[in-house]
């Protein structure tokens, strides 16, 4: 499937999948961590009879550059506004997936008006996702949050194992850690499933998104690693909050944490979604999101 490319200020080349530039109303798709703006597959061919869709890969992940590593969600979040900039799209309403989730939140909370309205699905906190040291037999410390990258990225649990898989291209693995953790509802069919997997494959930024989702921190509190800088405050965009009840990544707490906060959410829970509503329900997320943004 071909990709489009934008070129940042910041030297990095962002790909991209675009879809029906002639509507009005444009849909901007933030994916997650161990994706690509192809995961969207299904949300995209359900959209682009009705919004201009624009799907990117983040910096470090797909078909996009890497050269300069990233330090914060906050970066991801200006690349996609300078990404707007450059395809002189005024605003958008904004999707994020897990990690892309986050990456909504400071994008709307730091160029508010860009964002119409956001759709948050399996999202992680605004108060970040964290990463526990583990003990000796491999289980988490749950008083215990990683202090350092370099520490955090010696993980046998969460993060060796991962980045062995992604400098192996061991398709295999991935497979495995996705139909646990992921596709624990269902398999998407066999095509889109290689497709994913592949796309996967091509992340170069695990260590570095890892470490930027454990600091991330928009409350006023500190998350026991990161103090916050406020920035929950000022995203004013309505919300669509959606958490399936089988997720097996995202806790309902963090879910119940963004609600508590955000200035206008519209809470949805899918009895039958896991972590990917995008191939556990597809029809109902689209009509769902479809309806949220047309709504007044």
């Not at 509507?23 to 933030?30: A, G, N």
């Not at 939140?105 to 040291?133: N, Q």
């Not at 497709?195 to 998104?209: A, G, H, P, Y």
Request: glycine fraction near 6%; include cysteine; aromatic fraction near 8%.
């Amino acid at each position: 499937m071909m990709k489009k490319t934008v070129h940042l200020s910041n030297g990095e080349e962002l790909a991209y999948t675009e879809r029906s530039p002639g509507h009005e109303k444009t849909v901007l798709l933030i994916h997650g961590n161990m994706s690509s703006g192809l995961h969207y597959l299904p949300l995209i061919k359900r959209f682009e009879n009705d919004y201009h869709v624009l799907a990117p890969d983040m910096r470090g992940f797909g078909d996009s550059t890497y050269d300069t590593p990233l330090e914060s969600l906050a970066d991801l979040a200006e690349d996609l506004a300078e990404f707007m900039e450059t395809l002189e799209i005024e605003k958008a309403y904004v999707v994020g997936w897990s990690t892309g989730g986050g990456v909504a939140l400071k994008l709307a909370a730091l160029h508010p008006d860009k964002v119409e309205k956001v759709a948050l699905l399996e999202s992680c906190s605004y108060r970040g996702y964290p990463i526990f040291e583990k003990d000796e037999s491999m289980q988490p410390l749950y008083d215990k949050l990683y202090q350092s990258k370099e520490e955090m990225a010696k993980d046998p649990v969460q993060v060796l194992p991962v980045l062995k898989a992604l400098e192996d291209k061991n398709k295999d693995f991935m497979k495995q850690i996705w139909s646990q953790l992921i596709w624990n509802v269902g398999l998407p069919d066999e095509d889109d499933t290689d497709l994913f997997l592949e796309e996967t494959l091509k992340q170069r930024n695990l260590v570095d998104i890892d470490w930027a989702l454990l600091t991330f921190n928009m409350s006023h509190a500190s998350n026991g690693v990161s103090e916050g800088d406020g920035t929950i405050d000022n995203v004013k965009a309505p919300v669509l909050n959606i958490h399936g009840l089988k997720d097996a990544v995202i806790p309902k707490t963090m879910f119940d944490e963004n609600n508590e906060v955000l200035q206008d959410v519209t809470p949805k829970i899918y009895k039958d979604a896991g972590h990917s509503p995008i191939t556990d329900l597809p029809d109902t997320l689209a009509e769902d999101i479809k309806a949220f943004f047309q709504s007044e």
